[in-house]
């Protein structure tokens, strides 16, 4: 089975829905229990084998070089690779892969989103199909209540919040071949460019996660994520660090 040592993470949005918390710093370094998100992310790429990190740069962009330097303090080899706010996730990813991933295979991220998912499961599945990428996905946990109705009008069925099994959603985690590369935009969006048209040559595959996943794009997430790492510290080794 292939090796993935390296991992190439997006922390250069501005975090809008989190302000005042990103007014002078990026969404991917604001404080979940006491440490930066960003943080977070490194200690579970180390204790899943990666070893060289490229993080991809734009908003506030000092401030995580700052913090985390060269990453030796983290047992890390990190790089830095500067994008636009505008360029979107095509161009942080292909200008970051371009200058600094030399691997076959490598490790995709948002800087945004809090996981204890196990990398040797979904590299095994990458391995075997063969797949240009592979993009982690998770069953939608709705946050709304959601309603059945009958002809009627009679509600039938209410549930609040549900995890809705039958829709699966982007983690924001990719396994990616070198290949990725001939079809990340100049600049654009990888989730409304890259992915469709890998969809269409059928050169996508999804790795469901069955385990923690969350993405922070709120205060109102921010406040989940440290009520479940307080429950999964308890429980989780990877989280005591």
């Known amino acids: ?58 908003y506030k962009k000092e401030s995580i070089m700052d913090h985390f330097g060269d990453g030796s303090d983290f047992g890390l080899k990190i790089d830095y690779s500067a994008h636009s706010v505008e360029g979107e996730t095509g161009e942080g990813f292909r200008l970051a892969i371009s200058r600094f991933v030399d691997d076959d295979t490598f490790l995709a991220l948002n800087g945004d989103m809090l996981t204890d998912l196990d990398l040797h499961g979904m590299v095994a599945f990458h391995s075997s199909h063969k797949s240009v990428a592979t993009i982690a996905v998770s069953p939608l946990k709705s946050p709304y209540g959601v309603i059945d109705i009958a002809n009627n009008n009679d509600v039938l069925n209410f549930e609040e919040k549900p995890v809705i099994d039958s829709v699966l959603i982007n983690a924001g985690i990719y396994i990616f071949d070198q290949q990725i590369v001939d079809y990340l935009p100049e600049k654009g969006s990888l989730e409304k460019v890259t992915f469709p048209k890998l969809a269409s040559k059928r050169l996508l595959k999804a790795y469901p996660v069955n385990s923690f996943w969350l993405t922070i794009d709120s205060i109102k997430d921010l406040e989940t994520a440290e009520l479940e790492l307080i429950r999964l510290g308890r429980e989780m080794k990877v989280w005591q660090t």
């Open 1 to 58: 089975m292939i090796q993935v040592r390296t991992a190439v993470v997006l922390a250069g949005g501005a975090g809008l829905r989190l302000r005042p918390l990103t007014n002078d710093k990026p969404k991917a370094m604001v404080e979940v229990l006491g440490k930066p998100l960003l943080q977070w992310i490194l200690e579970w790429l180390k204790n899943n084998k990666i070893e060289h990190v490229v993080i991809g740069i734009a």
